[in-house]
């Protein structure tokens, strides 16, 4: 199983990224995907996350903003990140868990894409 994220870069507040993440060697039917993030110092955050059947959560801090999607045909996860901040600064993860359900530990991460907003 392998995450390839890409797509982070800088941007000036209040603009868009899209990141993308290719997940290969998992089976489709049992793959929970999610998004996290994280500053030095900082735990690493919860973004957002999307189930086998294209059920989707999001953190209270980025819902209305950021949009996770699945394209299986691509087997990519995007995450569409709208009017951002400089508090959305981070190295953006891809997870994952083999389970149809999404639980709370993710087994295999992605590199990270690194994305920096400026105010």
């Known amino acids: 199983v392998q995450l390839v994220e890409s797509g982070g870069r800088s941007v000036q507040a209040g603009g868009s990224l899209r990141l993308s993440c290719v997940v290969s060697?998992?089976?489709?039917?049992?793959?929970?995907l999610g998004w996290f993030r994280q500053t030095p110092g900082k735990e690493r955050e919860f973004i957002a996350r999307?189930?086998?059947?294209?059920?989707?959560t999001y953190a209270d801090s980025v819902k209305g903003r950021f949009t996770i999607s699945l394209d299986n045909a691509k087997n990519t996860l995007f995450l569409q990140m709208n009017s951002l901040n400089p508090e959305d600064t981070a190295m953006y993860y891809c997870?994952?868990?083999?389970?149809?359900?999404?639980?709370?530990?993710?087994?295999?991460w992605g590199q990270g894409t690194q994305v920096t907003v400026s105010s």
């Open positions: 999307v189930n086998a059947y294209g059920d989707t």
């Open positions: 060697g998992m089976d489709s039917s049992r793959r929970c």
């Open positions: 997870a994952a868990q083999t389970s149809t359900f999404c639980g709370t530990g993710y087994q295999i």
